[in-house]
């Protein structure tokens, strides 16, 4: 950024949910960096105690799973800086599951987190943005899973279908309001949550991150940091008049071929 250059979040209070760790982590610490007053959630204190140190941001405590809470991040969000100017739902649970061996349980917990917990913080969010009679962006990270996924993610991709079309249904219902809302389907990503996943659930070792690369066509998972600079440009005045567009963050190209 150059000395006459404005950060592009600067003075906008922003709640970055399940942001303590991974993509939303990244995100936190992009828009901090970009002028943002940030807070964030997480469900694990001491994880969210040593972001919020080394970054200056709130934390947050809050299960997403609970309808309440999620609200209640966006209420605590506007109690302590007295308004929300911008969103992020970046929490998501990813734990395996196909259409043959996914319990009800299972089934539930995936649309908690990663479709009812966003649709309550967008209500809360957009509330306040309304009440103010003020413009504000919101940016849903979802999945390319959203386009059907592979077999042993189908609650996940189930969740995260039906948040691509909430960030629509939201982003047209309330363009009148100047309230732009936008979604990041993002691909295959290095997160130390993706590392946990990948050795519970498919045995792998130290090297799966060189695995995974050599497979992959720019040679390489998707990178937090590119992520979170993407997710900033969309929540600022940058991303002008975008509402309603749910982008495929991937080197997957979907419906193509060989």
């Not at 209420?75 to 990813?94: F, K, M, P």
Request: glycine content about 12%; some cysteine.
């Amino acid at each position: 950024m150059g000395l006459l250059e404005t950060p592009l979040l600067d003075g906008r209070v922003l709640l970055v949910n399940g942001g303590s760790q991974g993509v939303g982590a990244g995100i936190v610490r992009a828009a901090v960096r970009e002028g943002a007053t940030v807070t964030f959630t997480g469900r694990r204190p001491e994880v969210g105690a040593e972001l919020a140190a080394d970054t200056g941001a709130h934390f947050i405590r809050a299960d997403l799973a609970d309808p309440a809470q999620a609200r209640g991040s966006v209420e605590e969000t506007v109690s302590r800086h007295g308004r929300i100017d911008c969103l992020v739902n970046a929490a998501g649970l990813t734990s395996r599951g196909s259409l043959l061996d996914t319990t009800p349980e299972l089934f539930d917990a995936h649309i908690a987190v990663n479709l009812r917990a966003p649709f309550f913080a967008m209500q809360a969010a957009v509330a306040d943005m309304k009440g103010r009679e003020a413009p504000g962006t919101i940016v849903n990270i979802g999945s390319d899973c959203a386009h059907g996924g592979p077999p042993f993610l189908a609650p996940y991709s189930t969740a995260k279908a039906g948040l691509a079309g909430l960030t629509k249904n939201a982003a047209h219902a309330h363009r009148w309001d100047r309230i732009r809302i936008n979604g990041l389907n993002i691909g295959w990503t290095e997160t130390e949550g993706e590392d946990a996943v990948q050795r519970a659930f498919h045995g792998a070792g130290d090297d799966w991150r060189e695995e995974a690369a050599r497979k992959l066509p720019m040679g390489k998972l998707g990178q937090v940091d590119e992520i979170a600079d993407f997710v900033v440009f969309l929540l600022s005045d940058r991303s002008g008049v975008v509402t309603g567009s749910v982008i495929d963050w991937s080197q997957t190209v979907i419906g193509a071929s060989d």
